[in-house]
């Protein structure tokens, strides 16, 4: 491969378990952002954090590609299911990604990119394919090793593995009304967070693969904030490591 892997994250405390990993990073600032270069399972990676938001995120990704030449892009991080049966605790593979607040309607058609022609743009499907192997390996080991009281507190059981379209937008979805609004217009969605649509639009326009996974950390609703920085600690930062890990071992 003539470039190198990135890794991405929104939020510190999934970057340093990832970090953690890594023997050898060294350090470069582009853009007022820290980006790790350094190795992993013998491939050549880059990490960064994406900032939160979708123009951090196009930002960051448009970075990787002209300044570090990335040849494909793996985002892990945290988002709020919306899908029946998503639960805390389980994980989404993104197949396809909408920003669920683009809206240039009547000109366009709600939803639908300007300039684009279409609302969704798609992940990679041979690396997607990977990601959710990797996934499904981490959720058949790892939530069993987590301390019982972590299990208890965040109610998790037996955690699933989802694929399907994962919804962007510069909104932090912490309300049940906003939540049953985005289930009723957009049905298929199975979660939301703030930046995979806009990597997904950066990538599209570059051609560069890209693949990204999100552990559950609430159900974007009226509880939403509660316990949000607890679960990032003790159990999404382990599952990003871990799928980071399984998915670059694999190959
Ligand atoms: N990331 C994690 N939970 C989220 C939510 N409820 N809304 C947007 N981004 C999120």
Redesign the pocket.
């Known amino acids: 491969m003539a470039g190198p892997t990135a890794i991405v994250s929104?939020l510190h405390e999934e970057l340093a378990a990832v970090l953690n990993l890594m023997p050898d990073e060294q350090q470069q600032v582009v853009g007022g952002r820290t980006f790790w270069r350094g190795h992993l399972h013998g491939h050549d990676v880059v990490v960064v954090l994406s900032g939160i938001g979708k123009v951090a995120a196009a930002t960051t990704a448009t970075a990787l590609i002209e300044r570090f030449n990335v040849q494909r892009i793996v985002f892990t991080?945290?988002?709020?299911g919306l899908g029946d049966g998503v639960k805390v605790g389980d994980v989404v593979v993104a197949r396809h990604f909408l920003q669920h607040d683009m809206d240039a309607s009547p000109i366009f058609p709600r939803h639908e990119v300007p300039g684009y022609g279409r609302a969704t743009f798609d992940a990679d499907a041979a690396l997607t394919e990977q990601l959710m192997r990797a996934s499904e390996s981490v959720l058949r080991e790892l939530p069993a090793q987590l301390p019982d009281a972590v299990r208890s507190a965040f109610g998790l059981q037996t955690p699933a593995c989802h694929q399907g379209l994962l919804l962007s937008?510069d909104?932090?979805?912490?309300t049940t009304a906003e939540?049953t609004l985005l289930r009723n217009e957009l049905p298929d969605a199975l979660a939301?967070?703030?930046e995979g649509a806009a990597f997904a639009q950066v990538c599209h326009d570059y051609g560069v693969p890209l693949a990204v996974v999100?552990t559950i950390?609430?159900r974007?609703d009226d509880a939403?904030h509660v316990d949000?920085p607890r679960f990032l600690r003790e159990v999404a930062s382990r599952y990003s490591a871990a799928i980071v890990d399984a998915l670059l071992a694999q190959q």
């Open positions: 929104a991080g945290v988002a709020g937008g909104r932090f979805v912490s939540s939301v967070e703030m999100r950390s609430d974007a939403a949000f």
